[in-house]
């Protein structure tokens, strides 16, 4: 599966969507839309977060299903919890 460019080759800056089409009817939508704050997060992020959830948020569950320890998934909890903060403030959203 190809990964999803968040950033420009070229410049750096964050890309954002631009089109979005339909495959069952072909319908397309045009616009200038920023890519959620999770969708810019790498493969290995994406998988915490979604092993962490299916965990029902136990960091205990989580270092026994990636065989590390509980301090090593904390810090990983907060890496993530430092990038959304940061995307956060990047995008404005006061949430």
């Known amino acids: 599966m190809k990964k999803l460019p968040t950033h420009c080759p070229s410049c750096d800056e964050r890309l954002v969507v631009k089109r979005l089409r339909c495959e069952s009817c072909e319908t397309e939508v045009e616009g200038l ?4 704050p999770l969708g810019s997060f790498s493969r290995d992020d994406q998988r915490f977060i979604h092993q962490f959830i299916k965990a029902s948020g136990s960091l205990k569950e989580m270092a026994k299903l990636t065989k ?9 909890l907060n890496e993530i919890i430092e990038k959304l903060n940061a995307s956060e403030l990047e995008n404005g959203d006061p949430s």
């Open 33 to 36: 839309y920023p890519l959620p």
């Open 68 to 76: 590390v320890s509980y301090p090593t998934v904390r810090n990983k």
